[in-house]
């Protein structure tokens, strides 16, 4: 149902913006959001979008991220800026409904040189 995109190789202080899709319609969901998985660490919360549309960060990220939607397009963005090495990790997408929780696959973000 999630399908992200939007990861690669990128140098620091370089960009990236990730999408989420949703098959279907967002209006289901009552949360949606990004975590992030470092190798060797465990899966953090990056930021939460909610139906409203309140916003959440994590601290490490702050002012750096960005995340919106795109209703038409069903689909949510994790804007990056900024990025430093500690940014490297897989990115999932998610999201919250009454009917449970959804994953997206997962997308590869490299900060390097």
């Known amino acids: 149902q999630l399908q992200a995109s939007g990861g690669g190789l990128v140098q620091p202080g370089g960009s990236l913006r990730l999408s989420c899709t949703v098959s279907?319609?967002?209006?289901?969901?009552?949360?949606m959001g990004w975590y992030r998985q470092a190798p060797g660490k465990q899966r953090e919360p990056v930021a939460t979008l909610t139906r409203g549309g309140g916003t959440n960060y994590a601290d490490s990220i702050k002012g750096r991220f960005t995340i919106s939607r795109d209703s038409a397009k069903n689909t949510v963005y994790l804007q990056m800026n900024s990025l430093k090495p500690e940014d490297t990790a897989v990115y999932y997408c998610?999201?919250?409904?009454?009917?449970?929780?959804?994953w997206g696959q997962g997308t590869l973000v490299t900060v390097s040189s």
């Open positions: 279907g319609s967002m209006l289901s969901f009552n949360i």
């Open positions: 998610y999201s919250v409904a009454s009917s449970g929780t959804y």
